[in-house]
Every structure is written in structure tokens, then in C-alpha cells.
């Protein structure tokens, strides 16, 4: 066993929201989904939504979705970082989720640069 005290210290995560445009009948939705579900369970902060395309075209259109599934991905100031069209992989998924968070640190760390004197 080991002598060192352990500390238990609150981690801060940026959210990363996910947005998968989907359709009815799609089998790859489902797969999609369910990928999505998992990196939920990987990714402190997650969140998910999913939209029809057949039940909100207006929508679809006005995000210039031309093929479902599509899953966009944005930081927790609702940007768009990336976005798959088809079924990503947990791995691919797990990359757009740093590079998101990556996205935020980098667009603070350029405003405390703006605001020292």
C-alpha cells in the first residue's frame, strides 16, 4: 500500500454537445446513436441532442444537412468545431471531443492575452 495521502480534487470540464440530425429509418443513425450514448458515458460534461430531419426540415436546411446521420459537434459556447456525416468511430468521436475543448481553452487563453496591459 502506499503512504501517500490521496486528494480528492474537483475537476472542471468544458461541456461538449453533441447534436445528431438523424432520420426514421436509418440504420445508421442507430449506430451513430449509440456510439453518441457511449462517449456520454467517457466524456465529463456531454450532453446529446437529436433532431429528424422529416420532423424539422427548416431546421436541417438552415444547418445544411444534406445526408443523415450527421453529427455536429460544438463547444460549450454552442460553436461548431467539426461535424461526421455517416457513422464515426468512438475514436473519431473521442478527437472532435478534445478538439472542442481544445477550441474554448484556446479562444480564453487569446482573450486574457487581449485584456493584460
Not at 480534487?9 to 443513425?29: M, N, R
Not at 429528424?52 to 450527421?70: F, W, Y
Request: charged letters at 20%; aromatic letters at 4%; one cysteine or more.
Amino acid at each position: 500500500m502506499s503512504d501517500l495521502p490521496l486528494r480528492s480534487e474537483s475537476v472542471h470540464y468544458e461541456p461538449v454537445h453533441f447534436e445528431l440530425v438523424s432520420s426514421s429509418f436509418c440504420g445508421a443513425c442507430r449506430q451513430t446513436r449509440m456510439a453518441l450514448t457511449r462517449v456520454l458515458q467517457l466524456v465529463p460534461g456531454s450532453t446529446l441532442t437529436e433532431f429528424d430531419v422529416a420532423g424539422d426540415p427548416g431546421r436541417a436546411a438552415s444547418l445544411n444537412i444534406e445526408h443523415t446521420p450527421t453529427t455536429i459537434i460544438r463547444d460549450s459556447h454552442g460553436r461548431e468545431v467539426t461535424r461526421a456525416v455517416g457513422v464515426p468511430s468512438l475514436p473519431q468521436i473521442l478527437v472532435a471531443a478534445a478538439r472542442a475543448r481544445d477550441a474554448v481553452a484556446a479562444s480564453s487563453d487569446s482573450t486574457d492575452r487581449r485584456s493584460q496591459p
